[in-house]
């Protein structure tokens, strides 16, 4: 039997800001090494003391915060948007065999079509910059939470729908209190993963409609003027950015799922209990 790494036990006991940090600061010294022995130049490869100098400096006039502001008032309604067509179209798909044969095709088809191709037709189309740039947003998170909607939707076991058409339930509250609940895990996980993919969309949208606002501005100006810390700023600012929405929405489920069994996995635990809160 192979004995466990000592100090990997004890990092599994340590609470998660802890590892967190700790992660951080062997990942800063491994930067800082590699810039030292590499004697890279700083436009090539700054230091992390380079890039803390640049974000003091654009923090203290105040660009940092004006630019992130603005490409969140982007991702966010993106966001939103994404899930307010993808979840009725996901249910429409899963109770419309025929709306899925003849929807279905062209999804699917769109999703062999870059973003970054999509996105200068947006900015043709919409004549304002802000919204064009939320679209692009949009059509990034839809597909991803559409998949795991209709996932969650065909995943509620037959024999649930039977037992709350005997309590003669009407759609609205088989929706309510059995496929809505049931889905939800499904559609929390695929939300996730769109909330850090709205984040890129509002990037791509911001390089493609040029206005000197967003994080992308800020990101272009920098590169070209090569100041690489700078660039850093931005990325490791739009990496924070999609953590703390991760973060959210993580929070939103731990919330929402509560009345969930540990220990029960799958989707017939959840439907279980929907149609056990339903029949209550």
């Known amino acids: 039997m192979t ?6 036990t004890w990092l599994d006991d340590r609470p998660t800001w802890l590892t967190i940090t700790l992660s951080f600061l062997l990942l800063l010294g491994i930067w800082h090494l590699l810039v030292v022995w590499g004697d890279y130049p700083p436009f090539i490869l700054p230091g992390p003391a380079d890039v803390g100098a640049a974000f003091v400096g654009l923090a203290r006039d105040g660009r940092l915060l004006r630019h992130t502001l603005v490409t969140l008032s982007e991702v966010i309604p993106g966001l939103a948007l994404g ?3 993808a979840l009725p179209l996901a249910y ?4 419309s065999p025929l709306a899925e044969r003849l929807i279905s095709p062209y999804l699917i088809a769109s999703q062999a079509i870059p973003i970054i191709a999509i996105a200068p037709l947006l900015s043709i189309w919409v004549q304002s910059w802000y919204w064009s740039r939320v679209l692009v947003a949009a059509l990034v998170v839809f597909f991803p939470i559409l998949v795991n909607s209709i996932a969650g939707f065909r995943a509620v076991p037959r024999e649930f729908y039977d037992l709350m058409h005997s309590l003669r339930a009407t759609k609205s509250q088989i929706f309510r209190k059995l496929e809505l609940p049931a889905a939800l895990p499904t559609v929390l996980a695929g939300l996730k993963v769109g909330a850090t993919l709205a984040v890129i969309g509002a990037l791509v949208g911001e390089f493609v409609q040029p206005k000197s606002q967003g994080l992308g501005f800020l990101l272009v100006t920098a590169r070209y003027q090569f100041k690489t810390d700078e660039v850093f700023v931005v990325l490791l600012t739009l990496g924070a950015m999609a953590l703390s929405l991760y973060g959210l929405v993580a929070l939103a489920e731990r919330r929402l799922l509560r009345w969930r069994r540990f220990g029960q996995g799958g989707a017939a635990a959840n439907g ?3 149609v056990e809160r339903g029949a209550a």
């Open 92 to 95: 429409l798909l899963t109770k």
């Open 272 to 274: 279980s209990a929907a």
């Open 83 to 85: 899930v307010l067509v």
């Open 3 to 8: 004995r466990r790494n000592p100090f990997l």
